[in-house]
């Protein structure tokens, strides 16, 4: 059993009704989930199903966990919190949905590595 993370009055209010040729009423529900997929500049790709009324932070944490994870050269502290996610054009907020930003499923969110990444991380 699938329990919706909105409350009945938000579910009610986002359903739409259609009429179709005949006169017959169809009711088309939202699809809560949404696949998204996180690719860099090495080409690495990691792909998470998600709900839409979920926080992008989850997605960009476990993001840099999985490729921290996967480049053994670069130092843990040094990887994580240090990008940019870029979606349209527009980087991304930890506390945006994929719903606020229209995301659909296969959507391409691009993570961009700072420059000074590694030189920051060993000041600190």
Do not use: H
Not at 9 to 37: W, Y
Not at 48 to 75: E, F, H, I, N
Not at 83 to 100: I, M, N, Q, Y
Request: glycine share 8%; hydrophobic share 40%.
């Amino acid at each position: 059993m699938v329990v919706s993370p909105c409350r009945k009055e938000e579910r009610v209010a986002r359903v739409l009704k259609l009429v179709d040729g005949d006169g017959r009423v169809i009711v088309v529900k939202p699809v809560m989930l949404v696949a998204l997929k996180v690719q860099d500049t090495q080409r690495r790709v990691v792909k998470r199903t998600m709900r839409r009324t979920d926080k992008l932070q989850g997605l960009m944490d476990y993001y840099s966990t999985t490729t921290t994870w996967c480049a053994l050269p670069v130092p843990p502290r040094a990887a994580l919190g240090s990008g940019r996610f870029v979606f349209d054009s527009k980087r991304l907020k930890g506390e945006s949905t994929p719903e606020d930003l229209g995301m659909v499923n296969g959507d391409k969110i691009d993570f961009f590595e700072d420059l000074m990444s590694g030189r920051s991380a060993l000041i600190s």
